[in-house]
């Protein structure tokens, strides 16, 4: 196992700048998960800890060394890739044991370490098949043993599932999540699906444009954004934003309104709030619930039954849309209006520019 430090890590083509001095300190045996929008940098990060991408400028340290000019093989490192990478011509087996291969291990070393790793991911039986006779999820899990054989001390894996349907993922993420359990060893996971990264990681990374936006566990963000940005990239359905005029700032709380919002008290979490200026609210979903004595006012365009839950999407008095997710199977109709109260400590203020 090893812990990693990545400081003030900068990658450019020519003269545009796509990692743009990024710091990150991961601990030896964390699950860390790179998320952000398609083009934020993640997958390209990855490949700078690999030693795919060369490092700009900036200092990459695995294991307290110094790797920025280290070959890939030298940094102790194994990847997993979106397209499985594996040989179409070899036997499960043979795929495997491909990387020892490579390094000149014995007979005897290559059949013990791919019994192991056949037994950690359950696939004994698959040992001598061709890569075509297997199901997605099993070329994943080869991929996966082939980097498990090699006893790195760091896995990387970039977006392993997004080939995958909707039932493998589910079942694959799980997977994951129970070989570092049995590992015990760093893994950095790049993704786009927020899912993923709330349910695998221990320690989120938020990229946006090459620009680390925040970093912490995954309830922390979920609870506590920084900003706008990751505000709305964490949960589903995103949050809720609606502009509001500040009335009036007392201390760490502020008093806001909208014409479809009645005035509430919110802590603004020593954001630059000032009163006279405009600023945006955020409501979860999820924080959402049906009252009388609401404090937004709007009609139902949209509602969608999913069993354990109903989501609805409303036009608010002032035009503005808004989604409210109701933990239960709810009738609504297109049209009924609603009123809608939330507690003010589930909300968050920000400035207009996030």
């Known amino acids: 196992m090893a812990d990693l430090r990545l400081k003030g890590l900068r990658k450019s083509y020519g003269s545009a700048e796509v990692i743009r001095g990024v710091d990150i300190d991961i601990e030896d045996g964390e699950f860390v998960v790179f998320v952000g929008p398609s083009g934020c940098g993640k997958s390209t990060l990855l490949r700078m800890i690999a030693g795919l991408e060369d490092i700009t400028s900036g200092t990459l340290e695995i294991g307290g060394k110094r ?11 194994a990847m997993v890739f979106q397209s499985y990478a594996i040989f179409p011509h070899m036997s499960v087996r043979e795929n495997m044991a491909f990387g020892l291969t490579i390094a000149g291990a014995s007979k005897a070393e290559k059949e013990q370490k791919v019994a192991e790793a056949a037994r950690i991911l359950q696939m004994e039986h698959l040992l001598d098949r061709r890569p075509s006779q297997l199901s997605g999820g099993q070329r994943q899990r080869v ?23 909707a039932a493998l993922r589910m079942d694959m993420r799980m997977e994951i999540g129970k070989l570092h359990s049995q ?71 502020a008093k806001v309104s909208n014409p479809s919002l009645e005035p509430i008290v ?14 945006t609210l955020g409501v979860r979903p999820q924080h959402l619930r049906v009252s009388e004595t609401g404090q937004l006012h709007g009609n139902v365009t949209l509602a969608e039954r999913l069993g354990s839950e109903t989501v609805a999407d409303l036009r608010l008095d002032d035009g503005s849309k808004l989604i409210a997710a109701f933990a239960e199977d709810k009738i ?16 968050h203020l920000f400035p207009v520019d996030g």
């Open 67 to 77: 790797v920025n000019d280290a070959q890939p093989k030298e940094r102790g490192v």
């Open 143 to 165: 991929a996966i043993g082939r980097a498990i054989t090699r006893n790195p001390s760091v896995f990387l894996f970039d977006e392993p599932l997004s080939n995958l349907d």
């Open 183 to 253: 590992l015990d060893t760093t893994m950095i996971y790049v993704t786009h699906d927020q899912v993923e990264a709330m349910t695998l990681a221990d320690k989120i990374v938020v990229l946006k444009d090459g620009e680390v936006m925040q970093i912490g566990s995954p309830m922390e963000l979920y609870h506590n954004p920084a900003n706008l940005f990751v505000a709305g990239f964490l949960g589903a359905p995103s949050m809720n934003f609606l502009q509001v005029d500040v009335l009036d700032v007392q201390g760490e709380e």
């Open 266 to 279: 919110v802590k603004t979490a020593g954001r630059p709030i000032e009163a006279g200026h405009k600023a």
């Open 332 to 347: 609504l109709d297109v049209g009924q209006r609603l009123s809608l109260d939330f507690d003010s400590d589930a909300a």
